[in-house]
């Protein structure tokens, strides 16, 4: 796999971004030993934007950079998981509040058809693609909000996160709640009730405690013990 030409990224960024969507995926599986010639031939670029990416995933500490051992993909670690959480419950209350009078109809919309496309996914049991629309879900009230910027801070803060929501993938774990609940968010929106808004998104956002032990139990090695 090389490097799409018409990318108007730097190099490094591209990199950096292929790679980290290789360890969310878990298709570079936690303790998996990587090196910057591998993934320079990979993507046929040279190793210096390579170097230069592992030291971006290494401070979202998504690799170990060791001298002696080299570069591991670090483990899923749950006390950054829940820091992550923690940073989305309280801000995408306050976007789910502001969404209640800032979105207009056309918004609206484009999260009605977000859903729609959800519960398709969700009855052919298409969950990978259910995944990408569960991530879209929250960037449409971001982007509604006018509040790119603090969606660009959260996720470079979820890392952690998003590997276990991928975890939760494999097993098909309650997705018909997911759904549900954000539908059930769209209709609190649409009738501008701000407080039931902000508790549901409280409660989807906890979710994932709910299944994290369990989780840790299955894939024992994927996580720092």
């Known amino acids: 796999m090389s490097i799409n030409p018409k990318y108007n990224g730097s190099t490094r960024e591209v990199v950096y971004q292929q790679v980290k969507k290789k360890i969310i995926d ?11 010639t591998e993934i320079a031939k990979e993507l046929n670029v040279s190793r210096t934007p390579v170097r230069e990416a592992f ?5 979202e500490e998504l690799i170990g950079i060791y001298p002696q051992k080299g570069t591991i993909i670090s483990e ?7 820091e992550g ?19 207009d109809g056309e918004q609206l919309f484009r999260i009605e058809s977000n859903i729609a496309m959800q519960k398709l996914c969700l009855n052919k049991g298409s969950y990978q693609r259910l995944f990408e629309l569960d991530e879209e879900f929250h960037f449409l009230l971001f982007q509604g909000c006018g509040k790119l ?9 979820n890392s952690h996160f998003d590997r276990l929501r991928v975890l ?14 954000h539908e059930a968010l769209l209709q609190h929106i649409e009738q501008q009730e701000k ?7 409280v409660r989807h956002l ?18 720092k013990q």
Request: aromatic share 8%.
């Open 26 to 36: 878990l298709e570079l599986k936690p303790k998996t030993k990587i090196s910057e």
């Open 55 to 59: 030291l971006m995933l290494a401070q």
């Open 76 to 82: 899923i670690d749950l006390d950054i998981v829940e």
């Open 85 to 103: 959480r923690f940073v989305r419950e309280n801000i995408e209350r306050a976007i789910v509040n502001q969404a209640c009078s800032m979105l």
């Open 149 to 157: 910027r603090t969606w660009n801070m959260i996720r470079q803060m």
């Open 168 to 181: 939760r993938l494999a097993l098909n774990l309650d997705w018909e709640v997911v759904v549900s609940q």
């Open 195 to 201: 407080q039931r808004a902000e508790e549901l998104m």
């Open 206 to 223: 906890n979710l994932v405690n709910y299944e994290k032990e369990d989780l840790k139990k299955r894939y024992p090695d994927y996580f």
